[in-house]
């Protein structure tokens, strides 16, 4: 059985992260993924998403499955929400559904947090999986001049 666990964005080589975000499989889905990644980048991509911790309590973490980097995902407050990304390797695309469970139980945990939102481009069309979990449309959104199908799922009832 595969072990997923979850590490601090900063404590993943710099070299992984451009690798992992230079991958072209990435770009299908990820509209706001433009421009070559170089260490520079990777190194400014991961002090902005270590300062959302300092800032939120919150943030995203690196996530190893058996030891090895195989992305990237968590929470980020938008406004008034708590978004929910995942950015994972080609090769472990079908973990998914486990790490975004792990992620989730961790929201429900959290009583300030009482949704969680997910932002998918028009490309993602296989979305079965967040009506499983319960996950209601809300419409269409403009986020960096890109446009996404906006759900939300609510984790808890305290706030």
């Known amino acids: ?11 993943i080589a710099t070299e992984e992260i451009v690798a992992h975000m230079s991958d072209p ?5 990820m ?3 433009q421009g070559g ?6 190194s400014d991509f991961v002090s902005m998403k270590e300062a959302r911790w300092t800032q939120d309590g919150l943030g995203h973490w690196a996530f190893l499955s058996d030891g090895a980097y195989i992305g990237w995902g968590g929470f980020q407050r ?10 994972l390797k080609p090769s472990a695309f079908g973990l998914g559904t486990k790490i975004t469970g792990q992620t989730l139980t961790i929201a429900r945990d959290d009583p300030l947090i009482t ?14 999986a967040l009506t499983r979990i ?6 269409e959104v403009t986020y960096d001049g890109a446009l996404f199908r906006k759900y ?5 009832d305290a706030g």
Request: proline share 3%; no cysteine; charged share 15%.
């Open 1 to 11: 059985m595969v072990q997923i666990t979850f590490t601090r964005l900063s404590s």
């Open 25 to 29: 499989a990435l770009t299908a889905h």
């Open 31 to 33: 509209p706001l993924l």
């Open 37 to 42: 990644w170089d260490a520079q980048r990777a």
């Open 78 to 87: 938008e406004g008034h929400d708590w978004d929910f990304g995942l950015v």
């Open 115 to 128: 949704s969680v939102t997910f932002l998918l481009p028009s490309t993602r069309t296989k979305l079965g």
């Open 134 to 139: 319960g996950a209601i449309h809300e419409g």
């Open 152 to 156: 939300r799922l609510v984790t808890n």
